[in-house]
């Protein structure tokens, strides 16, 4: 792991999430050394990197169904998290579930006719990523330990479709700024993000206030696992919601990070929770995201 040295600022810990594909590190390692780089000057900080997987074996069939069942419950409690304006209709989300339980089923049975060469394939490419799911939640969690062992104030979460930009060092800046003007002795744990793979929330109970800069929410709120940051007040208690619930290692992580937060039933104000606007990194896979990357992340 290594140090930079700078007394102005808190101490920072990035770590970053991959699974050493070559194709995917040759564009964005530059880019992120390049801004670990030029932000020396300004940040106390130390990186490290959380890329060791096991050979991927596929599960099964039933794993794959339980796994599914699990998320769509997790989505749907999400949505009742977030404020009775983000809760679907009764009808709306039950043919929310009917069509994504007819395009489950669609690979397995009604493309079995047509495609009999095929859907062993099919089948086995779905088995392999869900094992890489579970390999890649099972990262997170190390670096979430590795932060809490580091002893910095702040951990710094980023998988490798974060892509930094021409604009990540100054925005960086100022969401660092926006936090300490905001964070108070009151607040029960910090969790920002800094990229996301969806659209950010703008209405709802939990939205609080936005600005030209960041999005404000009353309760802690996530949109995916690209690039998040949390302080150790936050992390201890995340840790220890995983450690007394093991099952959750089963869970994709950006899932996870949903059910970990719902875990809480935090307050709303108990936790400082914001978004920058524009994101600090890119999202290789989300609309306007870094272009080079389109052709290389699958």
Known sequence: MESIMNNKNPRLAFFRIHNQNPEREKVVRPLV?????????????????????PELF?????????????VDQIAHDFRVY??????LPFFQNFFLQLRNWAAFWYKFLVRVPFLRKDIKKIARRSSYSRAAELYLTNKHIRAWEMFMESGADYGIFLEDDAVPNLHS???FQDFFSALEAN???EKEGVFLIL????????????FERKNEEFIFYKRPVTLGSVAYV???????????????????RKIPADWLLNQILMDLKPKNGTYLCFLAQPAVFD??????????????IS
Do not use: C, W
């Not at 050394?33 to 060791?52: D, G, M, N, Q, T």
């Not at 990229?195 to 109970?205: A, H, K, V």
């Not at 949390?230 to 959750?248: C, F, G, H």
């Open 283 to 296: 999202h290789a896979l989300y609309p306007g995201g870094n272009q080079m990357l389109k052709s290389t």
């Open 230 to 248: 949390m302080d150790r007040k936050m992390m201890a208690k995340v840790l220890k919601i995983v450690y007394r619930n093991p099952e959750y």
């Open 169 to 171: 060092l100054p925005r």
């Open 195 to 206: 990229s996301y793979g969806l659209e950010p929330l703008e209405q709802g109970e939990i």
């Open 58 to 70: 596929p599960v099964s069939v039933r794993e794959k169904m339980r796994a599914k069942r699990i």
């Open 82 to 87: 977030k404020g009775s304006h983000a809760q």
């Open 183 to 185: 964070r108070t002795q």
């Open 33 to 53: 050394e390049k801004f670990l780089a030029e932000l020396k000057p300004y940040f106390l900080f130390s990186f490290a990197e959380v890329f060791y997987q």
